[in-house]
């Protein structure tokens, strides 16, 4: 049995007996054969610790919610490869008071040319306080999230591969690659790409596979910053999939497409790099000294349903695309901060009997539109005249501000309307951190709670206070009366009756405790 590495004891007020909601299911896997049914130990497992597997572990420990995390790797990722933080997930890290530690980590450059690479700057008032792309290496984003789940009280444990599992009316019960098995009320497969979770789940994963590779890496290079900027303006007229960008002192991010080099189940090597460099560009660039050597291809798939029973999927477990726009680790994080409050009011006992089903509601049409723009985005890299035409004719659209702003929105995030129902435009969306007489919104929404902002000073939270926070702020810059916020800061309810607030509470927050 391999040891906890990180261990940090639950809250004394936990308890596994809450829920009751799943009977017999479909898509059951079976562990082995003649095994007792073990006691409940977790109220959640997650099968896989990148950066959903922890934001979603520190989203459920907020609740008070005995979590543990399985990850297959021994060892946190090592290559250095830089990540992107759109500006819809640098809010979420504002929400949880995370921003000012990740900040420390990473390099800000504006929010704008994400959208198939079309130099355009980002539009004029962007709709958030932190409109603004974040750079930072990947192994630095995921080890600050691991470690604030731990903070938190999450389990972690490593070198723990899933291998089998079976769900019944009370929980799951999981099968490790050593035997061990554990039991908990319920597993999210945070397992990447190839999932082992959604695969035993028996979960369909349509879409298409990978037709174009593209290697990326980070290496030094041999020859003038001059010489290789003036070489890539002039290539990427027509080879989108083709850039050397600084990332570090005298280093330097190589993208090239991969066609006509070594076998892509075998990793790329140097020399590979070079061929394709001096296939497209005439030159190699004096490349050497590499960090980290990949490839990636532009398979397009998305599971055709995030939830089975007690089993649920999130990031690239439920959903792959292309890396153009930079869009699948914050998907992934964003997938978390939906589903943890929603499962933490599942075992806590007080979830309306609906609102589990809303994860996959609300996630899964953004998983779709992510797939589309990238499935876009990948047509317009292509080198092809059809393609190339298409290309030029939006790079002058975007020149209109609305155009420009729209795509910008898309692939931020930030342009994101789950269906509430009829109501303003501001019903469903995301709430920009304003100022409040306490500073500011998002550092009221640290512990992972609903909030009423009342201009009124008129309404209240009622038999919900132990669930929604209250502020009366007569002075908060908003244009409604009130609103009341989700845990994940979207806006479920706008005005100023106190009935119909009550009825929005019940929908999204239960019955009241009294």
Known sequence: MHSLQFTAEPSSTDTVERDSTVGDVPGLSS?????????????????GCGPTGAMLAAELRLHDVRVLVLEKETE?????????????????????????????????????????????????GLDSAYAYLLGIPQP??????????????????????????????????????????????????CDGGRSTVR??????????????????????VGVPQEEIAAKVTEIRETHQRFWLRPAGVGVYSVVVPAAG???????PTL??????????????????????????????????????????LAGDAAHIHPPTGGQGLNLGVQDAFNLGWKLAAQIRGWAPETLLDTYQAERHPVAEDVLDNTRAQMELSSTEPGPQAVRRLLTELMDFDEVNRYLIEKIT???????????????????????????????????????????????????????VDYLADPTAVLDVPGVLLRPDGHVAWIGDDQQDLDDHLSRWFGKPAN
């Open 199 to 220: 695969k035993l789940l028996g979960v369909g994963f349509p879409g298409e596979p990978s037709r174009t590779e593209t290697l990326m890496g980070e290496m030094e």
């Open 76 to 124: 946190p990722v090592s290559f250095v490869r830089i990540v992107g933080l759109h500006i819809r997930s640098i809010e979420l890290m504002a929400m949880r008071g995370l921003l000012e530690r990740i900040l420390q980590h990473g390099r800000q450059r504006p929010a704008g040319g994400f959208f198939a690479a079309i130099p355009k700057p980002p539009p004029e």
């Open 140 to 189: 630095v984003i995921e080890h600050l999230l691991e470690e604030h789940a731990i903070e938190l009280g999450a389990q972690v444990r490593r070198g723990c591969a899933v291998v089998g599992f079976a769900q019944d009316d009370e929980g799951v019960t999981v099968e490790l690659a050593d035997g061990e098995q554990l039991r908990s009320r319920y597993l999210v497969g």
């Open 261 to 267: 080099v070594s076998d892509r189940a075998e990793p």
């Open 271 to 312: 020399e590979d790099f070079k061929q394709q460099l001096r296939t497209i560009a005439g030159t190699d660039f004096g490349v050497h000294s590499p960090r980290w050597l990949s490839r990636f291809g532009d398979a397009t798939r998305l599971a055709e349903r995030y939830r089975i029973g007690r089993v649920l």
């Open 31 to 47: 562990p082995a054969a003649g095994t007792d049914r073990a006691p409940l130990m977790f109220d959640v497992i997650i099968a």
């Open 413 to 467: 995030a930030i342009g994101i309307r789950y269906d509430f129902g009829e109501g303003p435009d501001l019903l469903g969306r995301r709430l920009r951190d304003i100022d409040v007489k306490q500073g500011h919104l998002y550092g009221l929404l640290h512990r992972g709670r609903g909030l009423l902002l009342d201009r009124t000073e008129r309404l209240t939270v009622g038999g919900w206070s132990d669930r």
